[in-house]
C-alpha cells in the first residue's frame, strides 16, 4: 500500500516538474533543468526521560536552473503550488536576462543522462509513533545509567525517521525520480570520575527501521565510551604512528574528496593537481565507488544533475584514477561528469583482516584517535594539524586515555605512510572504512 501511495505521489511531482519545464521552454528557454523534492518526517529528543523536543515535519522545494544560450537564471521556492512555481520559473527567467555569457554553463550533455534509473531499495517508511519514539529514547537512557556508575548526567537521546522522494528533469526530455526513508538514533551521556568530565556518544544509522540497533545497545555503547574517556593525560611531543578509529577514518577520504573534486581542479587549488595516474597514496590501498548497493545510505542511481552514476575504481592499487566532476567542472577541464554533482556514492575502502586490537599490536607504539577537533586542514597545500583525543598505545596493548594532543603533517604524506586498513568497517556514511594505520605523524603534547 505505502509503495502504491508514494509511487503514485512520484508520478504527481513528475507532473509538476513537466510543467515547469514546459513554462520556461514557453519563455523562451533554450534548455532547462529543474529538480523537486518533498520529505516528511518524526524527530523526538528527550533528556533524563523527559520529553525536550518533538518536531513533525513534511517539507518540499523546487530549483530550476534555465539557460538563454549560454546565460543562467537560477530560483527556487518551498511554496509549492502552480501559481508559486510558474512564478519562480519567470524569476529564473529574469535573472538569465542579465547574467554573463558562461561558455561551460548548461544542462548536463545527454549522453552523461540516466534516463531508466535502478531500483535501489532504498525506501523502507515506518509509522514510529510519538509515544514509541519517546520509549525508545527513555531505553537508552535508562541503559547508559545502568550500565556504569560513573555516568552522571545525560545530554540526550534522540530518534528521527524521515521519508521523502526526489524528481529531476530537463529539456533533454529526461524525467526521473526515487522514493527514499532514513531512520536513525542516538544517546550523548556524561561521566565523571574525581574532577574530571567527560562525554561521549552513540549512533545507530539505516535506510529500514528494522536494520538499527536496539536502544539499549546505542545507550551501554554511549556509556562505555564516554567512561573510557575519563581521566585522560597528556603525551610527549614526538613522531609516533597513529592509528585512526573506523568512524574517525572516513575524514582522511574525505579531504581526498575535496583535493579531487572538479572545482578544486579547474581553480588550481588542491595538492592533487595533475596527479591523475600517479601514485597518491600506499601502493596496496584501492578506494571502489559503488552507487548501486541496494539500501547503502549513500546509494543513488543519478546524482543531483540527472547524470548516471556507475562503479568507479577511484583509487587503484594507490594510482588516483580519475577527479569527480560535475558538467560544469568536466566542461572546464575537457571530461565527461563523472557523475558527482552533490557528492560521492558508497566509497568502499579495501581492507586487511585485521581488527582493531589487531591493528593496535601492529602499531606497537602511538596514538589511538577517537575524536578530531578543529578545521586545520588545507587542500592547497596538503597540510594537516588538527586536536586529537583517544587512547595511548604501548606494548601493542591500550594503556590510558590521551587528551589535548595535536597530530600533525601533510596528507601527501599521510596518504603514502598508510599501512594498514582494518576489517572493523563503519557503513554509516558515505566512505565505508575500517580503521587506518599511517605509520608515522607528528604529535604535539606536552
Known sequence: MQQTAIQQEIAEVKEAVSQVLAHAKKLGASSAEASMSRTRGLS???????VETVEFNQDGGLGISLYFGQRKGSASTADLSPQALKRTVEAAADIARYTSEDPHAGVA????????????DLYYPDSISTEQAIVLC??????????????????????STHQGLKVYGNSHGQLVGYPSSRHSFSCVVIGEAGDDMQRDY????ARRYADLLDPRQVGREAARETVARLQPRKVPTQKVPVLFRADIASSLFG????????????????????KVGQQIMAPGLTILEKPHLNQALASSPFDSEGVKTRDLAVIEQGILTTYLTTSYSARKLGMASTGHAGGIHNWLVQHGSEDLLALCRQMGKGLLVTELMGQGVNTVTGDYSRGASGFWVEHGEIQFP??????????KDIFMNIVAVGNDVDRRGGVHTGSVLVSQMQLAGD
Not at 44 to 50: I, K, L, Q
Not at 202 to 205: C, G, M
Open 44 to 50: 523526538v529528543e528527550t533528556r533524563h526521560g523527559e
Open 109 to 120: 550533455d545527454a549522453s552523461w543522462l540516466e534516463f531508466n534509473p535502478p531500483e535501489l
Open 138 to 159: 527513555a531505553a537508552a537512557e535508562e541503559a547508559a545509567f545502568a550500565e556504569d556508575s560513573r555516568i552522571t548526567n545525560s545530554e540526550g537521546a534522540s530518534f
Open 202 to 205: 552513540s549512533y545507530t544509522v
Open 255 to 274: 579531504h581526498l574528496v575535496s583535493a579531487i573534486s572538479g572545482g578544486s581542479i579547474y581553480r588550481k587549488s588542491s595538492f592533487l593537481l595533475d
Open 402 to 411: 590521551v587528551a589535548e594532543v595535536t597530530i600533525a603533517g601533510n596528507l
